[in-house]
């Protein structure tokens, strides 16, 4: 009993810990983004400014993918799920992901008369967001990355997939833990929080999410929802 208690103590103040890091890095931040842009406008032509951007975007999503992990661990959610169209899903992640994928060739394989699902739109976008940024940091930011939409008989899938040099056999489920970290591009770094992020929140949404190798090369991440959150026309 005694060591039971010890151990929620110490997830307790794990997630205080956490909780606080992410809050208080905000400030700092956002200063920083805010200095970025006035040099910008003094500066438009300076080559760093770019780069800079990109990786002021990266430490964003670590603080998002920080707090939000406290936030599966605790059960701190209120979802909204409504109708989505995956298009637009898709390319509002793309937009806020566009200093990211400048270099990236992204192919688009959705189909106009693919279902409506159901979603929380905030979870879903942190979903596709993490699933792209992994894209780009395992298989470099020159390669194409295809996202594709499939109907099934009892099923919508929607499959990011990368031509990185894919995943390590037998690591397929693993690669959704925390801190896990696979093979890739080690230019663009990565804390290993993104895809346990990823695994979270679709199982909060009750939507299935699986990780294999392509047959013709690359990663493939396959968020699948099952009949009950299709919107049927």
């Known amino acids: 009993m005694l060591e039971v208690t010890r151990l929620k103590e110490r997830d307790r103040l794990r997630a205080v810990l956490l909780s606080s890091i992410g809050h208080d890095l905000r400030t700092p931040l956002t200063s920083v983004a805010s200095a970025i842009e006035e040099v910008a406008a003094e500066h438009p032509q300076a080559k760093s400014i770019p780069l800079a951007r990109i990786e002021v975007g990266r430490l964003r999503r670590f603080l998002d993918n920080l707090v939000d992990m406290v936030r599966i661990d605790t059960g701190g959610f209120q979802l909204a799920p409504e109708p989505i169209d995956l298009i637009d899903a898709v390319g509002a992640a793309v937009h806020d992901l566009k200093g990211l994928l400048s270099r990236s060739h992204i192919e688009l394989k959705i189909p106009p008369n693919l279902p409506l699902v159901r979603a929380d739109p905030r979870l879903l976008h942190h979903i596709l967001i993490n699933l792209l ?12 990355i295809t996202i594709e939409g499939r109907r099934t008989s009892d099923a919508v899938k929607l499959i990011v997939r990368d031509r990185g040099p ?20 080690d230019r663009s770094g990565g804390s290993g929080l993104g895809l346990a992020i990823v695994k979270g929140f679709a199982e909060v949404m009750q939507i299935a999410v699986s990780a294999s190798n392509a047959p013709d090369g690359g990663a493939a991440f396959t968020l699948e929802f099952g009949a009950g959150l299709i919107v049927q026309a």
């Open 133 to 144: 940024a992994n894209a780009v940091q395992h298989a470099g930011t020159d390669m194409p």
């Open 166 to 185: 894919g995943l390590d056999p037998g690591s397929e489920a693993s690669v959704f833990e925390t801190f896990s970290q696979g093979k890739g591009d």
